[in-house]
């Protein structure tokens, strides 16, 4: 006789009806793999009358949630989003004996650290592998598989919808608002953006990445971070021209054991020959640097029905099976400012009327000498756009060359450096005392 396992299902939306169709659909191949036979006993939901074209959903659906409880599951799985009421479900069932799923990404950074505890406290496991890029099995490589490596970085592209939207901005030179509202229409990114393409999802699961890799919790409102609202075509073509492409990039490295943190989401300039160039659409990317196992790259769909549901149901079948709890972690960690560590960097600015190629040369020559690394030009009709890449050039430098300028635009992003980003911190700079 086959152990049975009861499942609770808080939502029923994109990633809540994946998770209802892949327990049905494949109910045969995980009998055969688990032993074990899952029945969702019951659904919640916030609309009754919604029309559900689920086999055999409305037999278990409820908009109660005292009546999930009632049938005693074994395990919860949350796809409500957002903070409340999923925090207050989640705790309430944990101290009933429940084993968590959730795939909420807004939760776990927010109050990730309490529901740690109180899976503790309670003896239950809590597992959150769709919180962070979808299928993408990140959270579980870093949780079992690099348990003896020194993380010391990470940085990726985490959030699909604006990979999606700057892929089709560079290619097709489009502008940001006719591509978003194209990937609106095809349902690639929601009817309120917001949270993707000011850069705020990304910046969730950075501190659920930090925790686990660094053992730091950093507060959401203490990460920097920057959207891709205000990119134009005109820079990612110049962008391109100097041999990078533009990714909304998640980053964190931590300077020494217990060091001070440094993290940021940034639109950021990356390295053509880097692989994470090349990750296009709605794909996500993480690497992940440690001391033993050097450099790894996971790549994958960060995001949508399947890829989601994959992840939920796959911890589903893993809960109950031995599980490393966190060992707490730092709270008050030191987060250094962004351009503590990125020096390198892309300036682009547009400026009124044509300015000759020999002028310009000349100038940025005495302006910046050796700090200039590439710089590239792109005349239009009534201006022109100028793109630099510049090492260690200060607010001030940037200010006085701005200056001399009849500038109508102009941005100032990071460039990812690689590994050299370590290597040329210096002693003193990791000695500083926390201030
Ligand atoms: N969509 C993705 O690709 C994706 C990827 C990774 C992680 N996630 C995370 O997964 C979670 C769910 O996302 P989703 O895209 O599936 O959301 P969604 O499509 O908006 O679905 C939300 C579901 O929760 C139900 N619900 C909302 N508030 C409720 C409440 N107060 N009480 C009971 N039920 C409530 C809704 O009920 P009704 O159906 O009655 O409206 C709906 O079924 C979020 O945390 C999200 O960040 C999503």
Redesign the pocket.
């Known amino acids: 006789m086959m152990e049975k396992v009861k499942v609770a299902l808080?939502?029923?939306?994109?990633?809540?009806?994946?998770v209802w169709k892949m327990i049905s659909e494949n109910r045969d191949v995980i009998a055969r793999k688990t032993g074990k036979w899952y029945q969702i006993s019951s659904v919640?939901?916030?609309?009754?009358e919604?029309k559900r074209n689920l086999d055999g959903v409305e037999e278990v659906l409820t908009?109660d949630?005292s009546q999930v409880l009632a049938r005693d599951p074994d395990v919860l799985i949350?796809?409500?989003?957002?903070v409340e009421?999923?925090f207050s479900y989640i705790k309430k069932a944990m101290a009933k004996g429940c084993h968590i799923v959730?795939?909420?990404?807004?939760?776990m950074a927010k109050r990730g650290q309490e529901l740690e505890e109180l899976s503790g406290q309670y003896g239950v496991q809590l597992r959150y592998e769709?919180?962070v890029g979808?299928g993408i099995p990140v959270i579980s490589t870093i949780r079992h598989f690099l348990k003896a490596n020194r993380i010391y970085r990470f940085y990726g592209i985490l959030n699909g919808t604006t990979n999606y939207i700057l892929t089709r901005m560079s290619e097709e030179a489009c502008s940001f608002a006719d591509v978003l509202k194209d990937a609106q229409e095809k349902g690639y990114a929601e009817a309120d953006p917001s949270s993707d393409v000011e850069g705020l999802?990304a910046v969730y699961k950075l501190s659920i990445l930090m925790r686990l890799a660094f053992q730091v919790h950093v507060p959401v409102s203490q990460i920097p971070c920057q959207g891709i609202t205000d990119l134009s075509p005109q820079e990612l073509q110049l962008a391109e021209m100097l041999g990078y492409s533009v990714k909304l990039l998640a980053r964190a490295e931590q300077f020494g054991e217990n060091g001070p943190v440094s993290c940021s989401v940034l639109p950021t300039l990356v390295p053509l020959h880097y692989s994470l160039a090349s990750v296009r659409d709605v794909y996500n990317a993480v690497t992940i640097e440690g001391d033993y196992v050097q450099d790894l790259t996971f790549v994958g769909q960060?995001?949508?029905?399947k890829?989601?549901a994959s992840?939920v149901v796959e911890d589903l079948l893993n809960t109950g099976i031995s599980f490393e709890e966190e060992t707490g972690c730092q709270t008050n960690p030191w987060v250094l400012a962004g351009e503590d560590v990125f020096l390198t960097r892309f300036m682009w600015l547009k400026v009124r009327g044509q300015v000759t190629k020999p002028a310009l040369e000349a100038q940025l020559k005495e302006v910046f000498a050796s700090k200039l690394l590439r710089w590239a030009m792109l005349p239009e009709q009534a201006h022109t756009s100028i793109g630099l890449i510049v090492q260690g050039c200060n607010e001030q430098e940037r200010k006085d060359w701005l200056s001399r300028w009849d500038v109508e635009q102009s941005q100032n992003r990071p460039v990812l450096v690689g590994k050299t980003l370590l290597d040329r911190c210096p002693p003193l700079f990791l000695a500083k005392t926390k201030a």
């Open positions: 808080l939502g029923l939306g994109t990633v809540g009806s994946g919640l939901v916030k609309n009754p919604k908009t949630f949350e796809v409500i989003g957002g009421p999923a959730t795939a909420n990404k807004e939760l769709a919180s979808g999802d960060g995001a949508g029905q890829p989601t992840a």
